[in-house]
């Protein structure tokens, strides 16, 4: 674990992008079922269909990369060692499912909660796009040619602010509340999709992916 200004970065050693894209994922919600301010492996959960998500993303050899904002830190419900313990949990049940994350980037950052929040902490914490650009720099991915999966409007907004390709919002966690806001961020060159989980998010993606290599 990598702790720098509030950021964290997942000891996993990032993977090169096979396609020059990558697949970005919301945690709560996405990657594990929502449970409020999760802080304890006992409670993890892992989300319908990601497995079968991230096993067609590794299929074709796109890098996988989580970003997650945690301002349960900031607001003073768990710490870090909690956040490492509840990643740790995450990691066993995907590996004993034959799945795996090429690296999870979290940002604690809140601007109620967060001494000093300014510009650049606003940049770190989804919707803004840092999270983002620096899981591409570091699997060596384009940014255009990549996609997010978010049960918020704020993770879409952070694919529109970072130049992704589209993004897909799902009904799973907050999802249900964030659809008209996420389906708003959709623009020219920039696609939004909301759909009821990850596992309907597969076939979105399938179909992105399969128009690319036509």
Not at 176 to 196: E, H, N, Q
Request: proline share 2%; hydrophobic share 50%.
């Amino acid at each position: 674990m990598l702790l720098e200004n509030g950021i964290w970065i997942s000891k996993q050693t990032p993977r090169k992008s096979g396609q020059g894209a990558a697949l970005f994922l919301d945690r709560d919600g996405v990657v594990i079922e929502e449970a409020h301010y999760i802080s304890r492996a006992d409670d993890v959960v892992l989300e319908h269909g990601a497995v079968e998500l991230l096993k067609w993303a590794r299929d074709i050899g796109l890098a996988i990369v989580v970003v997650t904002n945690q301002s349960g830190i900031a607001r003073g419900l768990f710490g870090w060692a909690e956040f490492d313990a509840v990643e740790a949990e995450i990691t066993r049940q995907l590996s004993a499912l034959g799945v795996s994350t090429d690296l999870t980037i979290a940002c604690a950052f809140h601007k109620d909660h967060t001494p000093d929040f300014g510009a650049a902490q606003e940049r770190w914490r989804k919707p803004g796009p840092a999270m983002l650009e620096l899981g591409a720099s570091m699997v060596s991915a384009d940014l255009a040619a990549s996609w997010m999966v978010g049960d918020r409007a704020s993770d879409i907004g952070a694919a529109a602010n970072a130049g992704l390709s589209g993004a897909i919002h799902v009904q799973t966690g907050h999802g249900a509340k964030a659809s008209k806001a996420a389906l708003a961020l959709a623009r020219d060159g920039f696609a939004v999709t909301s759909v009821a989980d990850p596992m309907a998010a597969l076939q979105i993606l399938r179909d992105a992916f399969a128009s690319k290599s036509a």
